[in-house]
């Protein structure tokens, strides 16, 4: 069983920064592949990045691209969302996932993960 927590959403303006957390239990993280998602109001949760187990394959939806960066930090159990130029569409609440080995090979699909965090909201104003 892997728990996951989140932090670090809140309220910004458009063209600000918000860095998320997602604090993960288990003596494997560094087996774990990582990703993050969203769900806007009335929107299905969408795929937003994500991350290898040892860090060397990372991708991002198109619409997040050249904004935000994922990374991981295994020695203390962490992964991390850094958002900056956000805009108002990026509102939603933010979702850790975890993809425990055998992993899977869709890593876009919500239907990879094994194990979802709780969420944290994320709000931008225009």
């Known amino acids: 069983q892997v728990q996951l927590v989140e932090s670090g959403g809140g309220l910004v303006q458009a063209g600000g920064s918000l860095r998320l957390s997602c604090a993960a239990s288990g003596r494997t993280f560094s087996s774990y592949s990582m990703a993050w998602f969203r769900q806007a109001p009335g929107k299905e949760r969408e795929f937003v990045a994500h991350?290898?187990?040892?860090?060397?394959?990372?991708n991002y939806s198109e619409s997040v691209k050249g904004r935000f960066a994922i990374s991981r930090d295994n020695a203390k159990n962490t992964l991390n969302l850094q958002m900056n130029s956000l805009k108002p569409e990026d509102t939603a609440v933010y979702y850790c996932?975890?993809?425990?080995?055998?992993?899977?090979?869709?890593?876009?699909?919500?239907?990879?993960?094994?194990?979802w965090g709780q969420g944290t909201q994320v709000t931008v104003s225009s």
């Open positions: 991350i290898s187990a040892r860090g060397d394959f990372i």
């Open positions: 996932a975890v993809d425990v080995p055998p992993y899977g090979f869709r890593y876009s699909s919500r239907g990879n993960y094994d194990y």
